[in-house]
C-alpha cells in the first residue's frame, strides 16, 4: 500500500480510473490499493479541499472501505451463485419458468415465478407434519 503525501494526482483521477479493477473477482483481489484512492479522493470534494490532507487517517479511512469493498464483492459473488442455482431450477421446470404473467415468453428464465410454480406443483398436504 502506498501512502498519498498530496491530492494534486488524486483529485484528478477520472471515476473510470477507479473502476477498471472492480470487474475481478475473487479473494485474491486487494481492494486496499482502490480503497486508499477513494479515500484520499475525499480531500477533493469542495467542502474538504481547503483542507490538509491526513496521510494517517486516509489510511484509515481506507482500511474501512476496503473491508466494504471485499464485503460488497462477496455479497454479489453469492448473489451470482444463488441465481445461477435457481436459473438451473428454472431450466429443468421448463417453458412455464420462461412464461410472463401477460403470457409471453422471456428469453431467460425469471427467477421470480420459481416459488410459484413450486408452490402451485410440490407444495403437499402433509407439510403440516413436519
Known amino acids: 500500500m502506498t501512502i ?19 470487474t ?4 485474491e483481489y486487494n481492494y486496499l490499493d482502490e480503497a486508499l484512492q477513494l479515500a484520499a479522493q475525499c480531500w477533493c470534494d469542495k467542502e474538504t479541499e481547503m483542507l490538509t490532507m491526513d496521510p494517517v487517517l486516509c489510511s484509515a479511512v481506507a482500511k474501512r472501505i476496503a473491508g466494504w469493498m471485499e464485503t460488497a464483492a462477496q455479497n454479489q459473488r453469492n448473489a ?13 421446470i421448463g417453458v412455464r419458468s420462461y412464461t410472463c404473467d401477460d403470457g409471453t415468453l422471456s428469453n431467460e428464465v425469471l427467477c421470480t415465478k420459481i416459488p410459484e410454480i413450486i408452490a402451485n406443483d410440490y407444495i403437499h ?3 403440516d407434519t413436519l
Not at 491530492?7 to 479493477?21: G, I, Q
Open 4 to 22: 498519498i503525501q498530496n491530492t494534486s494526482n488524486v483529485c484528478s483521477l477520472e471515476d473510470s480510473t477507479m473502476t477498471e479493477n472492480n
Open 24 to 27: 475481478k473477482t475473487g479473494k
Open 80 to 92: 451470482n451463485y444463488y441465481r445461477h442455482l435457481l436459473v438451473q431450477c428454472g431450466q429443468s
Open 125 to 127: 398436504s402433509d407439510i
